[in-house]
């Protein structure tokens, strides 16, 4: 499964939002996506998803224009997940990672037997089958993200979309998640994930995709390419890379020092 991304702009009336943005996601590829906020991010996102559909250029997933796709085309081979959110009502577990089998389930039937064993060996597989029976809504953020990441693997989609899923966890469970989508990334999904912590990028991703005012201002391997200069571009903060035994650490500097 490829996503290709290729010239692409879209503004939102008269504010151009996305520039001519290219690249592409490899099955088994980890593509992590920087920028500080309003830069288009989830706007970019949107367009993939077929939310945003008015943009200038294409987006294909082999090779067919996902505007062309049906919605459950679409979630068929794209399965987005989002930042955590408080729902209003009280949904179990399983009842949760079901929805992400909408396509198979026709609208106002029960769900059968083998769509039930998807949505629990989903759940297994990101070690949270024991949550099958708890409120959605009650669970901690770190449980939350892990049940929408079994959602999207319900989905059987091979491409997962995910903005900031750690943006609300702390620090432990951020990286009990992202070492689970680097997982899934090495079992063969194609991952395009939006943060704003450029160590997880250097950390987890394949590649790096950093947006500055809409426009693509790095694309390749992070370790070549998240320097000092990019960060002080990005972000309009000073840094410097220290070598660790666990690879380069970014370390901000404070203000006047």
């Known amino acids: 499964m490829r996503l290709a991304v290729e010239n692409l702009s879209f503004s939102y009336g008269a504010a151009e939002v996305l520039h001519d943005i290219s690249f592409f996601l490899e099955a088994g590829e980890f593509v992590s996506v920087l920028g500080p906020n309003g830069v288009g991010k989830s706007t970019l996102f949107r367009c993939i998803l077929g939310s945003l559909p008015d943009y200038e250029g294409i987006i294909t997933v082999d090779g067919r224009d996902v505007r062309a ?15 955590i959110h408080r729902p209003t009502f009280g949904y179990s577990v399983l009842d949760t990672v079901l929805m992400g089998l909408s396509r198979q389930v026709r609208a106002f039937s029960q769900p059968k037997k083998e ?13 949270a089958e024991h949550l099958k029976e708890r409120d959605f809504s009650r669970l901690s953020g770190g449980e939350q993200q892990l049940v929408l990441i079994a959602r999207a693997i319900a989905q059987q989609s ?38 704003h912590d450029p160590q997880h990028a250097l950390r987890y991703a394949d590649t790096l995709l950093a947006l500055h005012e809409g426009r693509i201002a790095a694309h390749g391997v992070p370790a070549d390419l ?16 220290v070598p660790s035994s666990a690879g380069p650490v970014i370390v901000p500097k404070r203000a006047g020092k």
Do not use: C, W
């Not at 769509?115 to 070690?127: F, M, N, P, S, T």
């Not at 899923?165 to 989508?181: A, E, H, K, M």
């Open 69 to 83: 796709l049906s919605r459950r085309e679409r979630a068929k081979a794209v399965a987005y997940i989002p930042q």
């Open 115 to 127: 769509h039930i064993a998807l949505a629990e060996d989903a759940l297994r597989r990101v070690g």
């Open 158 to 195: 091979h491409i997962l979309v995910m903005d900031e899923p750690t943006s609300s966890l702390d620090y432990g469970n951020q990286f009990r998640i992202l070492d689970l989508i680097r997982k899934l990334a090495d079992e063969g999904y194609g991952v395009l994930l939006s943060t």
């Open 226 to 241: 998240l320097d000092a200069a990019l960060i002080r571009r990005l972000y309009g903060v000073e840094a410097e890379l």
